[in-house]
């Protein structure tokens, strides 16, 4: 199996899709938007960790620590672009 057949499969499994909305509760309506940069993860990394953390039955594991990196991090692109706005635009529709 390449790297590009196991997304392949993940995708068509909706494994991003059920970890994000377990990991963030379902609380934001960007959740796609971290969807898409978890997926743009996984395109990006090494081929060979990847294989090898599929091999030992961790991709679950790994996917959802890049979810959380990603939705948690105040420097990740994620917060940088959308959740920070959210956040901010939340306030003034209180005020």
Do not use: W
């Amino acid at each position: 199996m390449t790297k590009r057949e196991l997304i392949d499969n993940i995708a068509r499994d909706g494994l991003v899709e059920r970890l994000v909305a377990n990991v963030c509760h379902r609380r934001h309506r960007s959740l796609p938007d971290l969807v898409q940069m978890v997926y743009e993860v996984l395109l990006n990394y090494d081929e060979e960790k990847l294989m090898r953390i599929h091999r030992r039955g961790a991709i679950n594991f790994f996917i959802v620590r890049i979810i959380e990196n990603l939705y948690f991090s105040r420097t990740s692109p994620y917060y940088r672009q959308i959740r920070r706005f959210a956040q901010h635009s939340d306030i003034l529709k209180d005020e």
